[in-house]
Antibody, heavy 119, light 111 residues
Framework: QVQLVQSGAEVKKPGASVKVSCKVSGYTLTELSMHWVRQAPGKGLEWMGG????????IYAQKFQGRVTMTEDTSTDTAYMELSSLRSEDTAVYYC????????????WGQGTLVTVSS | QSVLTQPPSVSAAPGQKVTISCSGSSSNIGNNYVSWYQQLPGTAPKLLIYDNNKRPSGIPDRFSGSKSGTSATLGITGLQTGDEADYYC????????????FGTGTKVTVL
């Protein structure tokens, strides 16, 4: 059974960067495609990007292109999401969510990481 | 701003049935499979339905999904207090560049 465990909450100042990790257990990262979804306080879910196995590349939502980088360390089965030039509107819970081969649904999800951007 | 529209809220008494609609377009629902996610208060979303109408192991058959054209529907029968949650539809969108889109979300309240 796949489990995703994320890093702890972060508090950052405007203009800074944040890097959130997502550790996979039960499977290897190479068997999954990892995506990242965020949820601002009291708001809905917003897809940020993820790995596209058909192209072998990471795709990003247009809104975040140039500001987000998603990487993987297959030696530790850990995925990372780094968001730069943070602003107050980036305050949100960030989730990693996995898809399997030829799947287009997200299951499972990490527990979420709260990132607070405040001066 | 989400491209998939859901009603903000639905409610019913315990034991009753509710349906949640998810309206999209030919670039998303019309040509892709739909998934549904349940988010209980203070927790991460959980997969409820995939490929329009399939239930993962462990999801009771009180939950059902369907799709017709550019709309999808989630049904919950035998409503329980534990079903109080936010529900989101989701699918891929192929307009411009590929992206995954979620619905606006629906709060289910058990009266």
């Amino acid at each position: 059974q796949v489990q995703l465990v994320q890093s702890g909450a972060e508090v950052k100042k405007p203009g800074a960067s944040v890097k959130v990790s997502c550790k996979v257990s039960g499977y290897t990262l190479t068997e999954l495609s990892m995506h990242w979804v965020r949820q601002a306080p009291g708001k809905g879910l917003e897809w940020m990007g993820g790995f596209d196995p058909e192209d072998g590349e990471t795709i990003y939502a247009q809104k975040f292109q140039g500001r987000v980088t998603m990487t993987e360390d297959t030696s530790t089965d850990t995925a990372y999401m780094e968001l730069s030039s943070l602003r107050s509107e980036d305050t949100a819970v960030y989730y990693c969510a996995a898809t399997g081969t030829l799947e287009d649904w997200f299951d499972p999800w990490g527990q979420g990481t709260l990132v607070t951007v405040s001066s | 701003q989400s491209v998939l529209t859901q009603p903000p809220s639905v409610s019913a008494a315990p034991g009753q049935k509710v349906t949640i609609s998810c309206s999209g377009s030919s670039s998303n629902i019309g040509n892709n499979y739909v998934s549904w996610y349940q988010q209980l208060p203070g927790t991460a979303p959980k997969l409820l339905i995939y490929d329009n109408n399939k239930r993962p192991s462990g999801i009771p058959d009180r939950f059902s999904g369907s799709k017709s054209g550019t709309s999808a529907t989630l049904g919950i029968t035998g409503l329980q207090t534990g079903d109080e949650a936010d529900y989101y539809c989701g699918t891929w969108d192929s307009s411009l560049s590929a992206s995954y889109v979620f619905g606006t979300g629906t709060k289910v309240t058990v009266l």
